[in-house]
Antibody, heavy 123, light 108 residues
Framework: EVQLVESGGGLVKSGGSLRLSCAAS????????MNWVRQAPGKGLEWVGR??????????DYTAPVKGRFTFSRDDSKNTLYLQMNSLKTEDTAVYYC??????????????WGQGALVTVSS | SYVLTQPPSVSVAPGQTARITCGGD??????VHWYQQKPGQAPVLVVY???DRPSGIPERFFGSNSGNTATLTISRVEAGDEADYYC???????????FGGGTKLTVL
């Protein structure tokens, strides 16, 4: 059974930093492309970005609002995905989900999701 | 950037059919995926590649994609279908993922 468990959420002041973790099990983590999706309170889903598997280059893609502030990393030996968030803004307040995706040459979708971690940024 | 447009809300009586639309440019060249999200829960994939269902998703959930509009159709709607529904595509030109704004389905 695939499981994704986020941790590390909490309250942080504007300008501060926080690191989220996503512990994965039930699948071959090292082969997976991993994503972060966030949801501000009462709002819709926003894709934050992805990190590809090391065999696919381990490259990262970020949505524009977080470029230069957020960094994805992974430790395949620990089956864990990380999201380092720096220079946090109040608009980064959201539930952050990690998710696996299934991608072909023409599409990508998210087949498994964690339960989410709440990040609250105060002014 | 690529934009997906969904109606904010759809209401339907139990037993009736709900149709939730998702609009975008050049949809014919993209595969559309749909997620159901109930309050306080993570999203769940209910339709992928326009019309395929993951295992465990009832046949009452049906997806279609024609022209510039994709539609999630839920037949014989039940109270338990009340949720937010999001469409999603992968924009190949930018290699980025895009979600629609979401539609709140209310079962009257």
């Amino acid at each position: 059974e695939v499981q994704l468990v986020e941790s590390g959420g909490g309250l942080v002041k504007s300008g501060g930093s926080l690191r989220l973790s996503c512990a994965a099990s039930g699948f071959t983590f090292s082969n997976a492309w991993m994503n972060w999706v966030r949801q501000a309170p009462g709002k819709g889903l926003e894709w934050v970005g992805r990190i590809k598997s090391k065999t696919d280059g381990g490259t990262t893609d970020y949505t524009a609002p977080v470029k230069g502030r957020f960094t994805f990393s992974r430790d395949d030996s620990k089956n864990t995905l990380y999201l380092q968030m720096n220079s946090l803004k109040t608009e980064d307040t959201a539930v952050y989900y990690c998710a696996t995706d299934y991608c072909t040459s023409t599409t990508c979708y998210f087949n498994y999701w964690g339960q989410g971690a709440l990040v609250t940024v105060s002014s | 950037s690529y934009v997906l447009t969904q109606p904010p809300s759809v209401s339907v009586a139990p037993g009736q059919t709900a149709r939730i639309t998702c609009g975008g440019d050049n949809f014919g060249s993209k595969s559309v995926h749909w997620y159901q999200q109930k309050p306080g829960q993570a999203p769940v994939l209910v339709v992928y590649d326009d019309s395929d269902r993951p295992s465990g998703i009832p046949e009452r959930f049906f997806g279609s994609n024609s022209g510039n509009t994709a539609t999630l159709t839920i037949s014989r709607v039940e109270a338990g279908d009340e949720a937010d529904y999001y469409c999603q595509v992968w924009d190949s030109s930018s290699d980025l993922v895009v979600f629609g704004g979401g539609t709140k389905l209310t079962v009257l």
